[in-house]
């Protein structure tokens, strides 16, 4: 079996997908994408398919080697997103010519089925005790929501406040046994995050998330040493050296690679399989379509330690053009009782409806994220 063609689409709400041919009529789809940046990930996504085209899509671990390492520059959001969207599709047409999922490919499930959480809230959140009710209410047992605004490096107590009261009000909504994940979303420096966390103590949160920026994640220590919450991260790292030095350190409690921009199933096994080793959990992030869900379920179900996966269903980003739109039987993700059952079709486990793929990449996006500004002028991280 030999690949024979890559194929891309990008589809709305801000997504991108990828199908890659093989001459025995097997295909592969997979989802690499930097929200932002669809276009830069899609030329990515072409220039390395010529190393792939001709060559036996079953041999996964040489080809991520080779598209890795042939580089002399490498890593970062492209081009890892890019390599993430060819390894989903290999692995969706390994699983496929095996008859599969791919977990079993991976050395068989651990469990049949993870608890999903809904976002709730919107980039600047409001509603937020009447929309966690809702997803309570829906079947959902955890929710997870922006915290705050735009924060400058030092900001008043009114902020701190207004973050206090919105998490009052979901915790009253919905009762004491509710997960609630508080995302920081990279938009509070170190001074701020500090009061943040010890004032959001008594509304015991699932975690805080992303407390500081990647890049300031030597902060983390002094932040896990003012609270008791847990600490997540890792959505914007990008491979296992990344994330070596942030389990070295062991101020993180939860990591959160992305299987749509770091490095895909293959990179991101090995990624929860040394977070196993330092007892750190693992919630992957999944904003994102229904083929990047798919993955992340293939590896949540292999992971001894994965215990919650993002979901995109009815976030904020996907108006007019959701996860369901796009596969065949809806019901593969069904939510019961706020878990999801392990895809168990052939490789990714899902079928893309190409009909409907088609007819959007003809729409296509442009979608970038907002660019935030302070009082006095100055940008402000989203």
């Not at 914007?236 to 993180?252: A, H, I, N, T």
Request: with cysteine; aromatic share 10%; proline share 5%.
């Amino acid at each position: 079996m030999k690949i024979t063609k890559f194929e891309t689409f990008i589809v709305p709400p801000r997504w991108l997908f990828l199908k890659i041919e093989t001459d025995e009529g097997i295909v592969g789809w997979g989802e690499p994408i930097i929200e932002g940046r669809a276009a830069t990930v899609e030329a990515a996504v072409h220039e390395l398919s010529d190393y792939l085209i001709g060559k036996d899509p079953l041999r996964i671990e040489d080809h991520w080697q080779t598209l890795y390492r042939s580089g002399f520059y490498r890593g970062g959001p492209i081009l890892m997103s890019a390599i993430a969207g060819i390894d989903q599709a290999l692995w969706d047409i390994k699983g496929k010519f095996h008859n599969a999922p791919i977990y079993q490919l991976l050395g068989g499930a651990c469990r049949d089925s993870i608890r999903v959480y809904s976002w709730i809230g919107g980039d600047r959140p409001n509603d937020v005790g009447t929309a966690a009710k809702e997803a309570q209410q829906a079947g959902f047992s955890a929710v997870k929501m922006n915290a705050s605004e735009e924060l400058q490096y030092v900001d008043s107590y009114a902020k701190v406040d207004q973050v206090v009261e919105r998490i009052s009000a979901v915790r009253e909504a919905v009762g004491a046994d509710f997960g609630i994940g508080i995302d920081f979303h990279g938009r509070v420096h170190k001074p701020m995050a500090k009061i943040l966390a010890k004032e959001l103590e008594p509304f015991r949160p699932m975690f805080i998330e992303e407390p500081v920026l990647a890049e300031n994640n030597e902060a983390l220590r002094e932040i896990a040493q003012h609270t008791h919450i847990p600490i997540a991260t890792g959505e914007r790292m990008f491979s296992r050296w990344e994330f070596k030095p942030l389990l070295q350190d062991g101020y993180v409690d939860i990591i959160q690679p992305d299987l749509s921009h770091a490095g895909g199933i293959t990179e991101c096994k090995k990624i929860a399989a040394m977070a196993e080793a330092y007892d750190v959990a693992v919630a992957f992030h999944c904003p994102l379509g229904p083929i990047a869900l798919a993955a992340c379920l293939q590896v949540d179900a292999t992971a001894h330690n994965a215990f919650i996966q993002e979901q995109s269903l009815g976030i904020h980003y996907n108006e007019g053009s959701d996860l369901l739109d796009y596969v065949v039987d809806r019901s593969v993700f069904d939510y019961e009782q706020g878990f999801v059952r392990i895809p168990q079709g052939p490789g990714l486990g899902v079928e893309i409806d190409e009909e409907h793929v088609r007819k959007m990449a003809k729409q296509g996006h442009k979608w970038k994220n907002p660019v935030w500004r302070h009082a006095d002028g100055s940008v402000a991280e989203w």
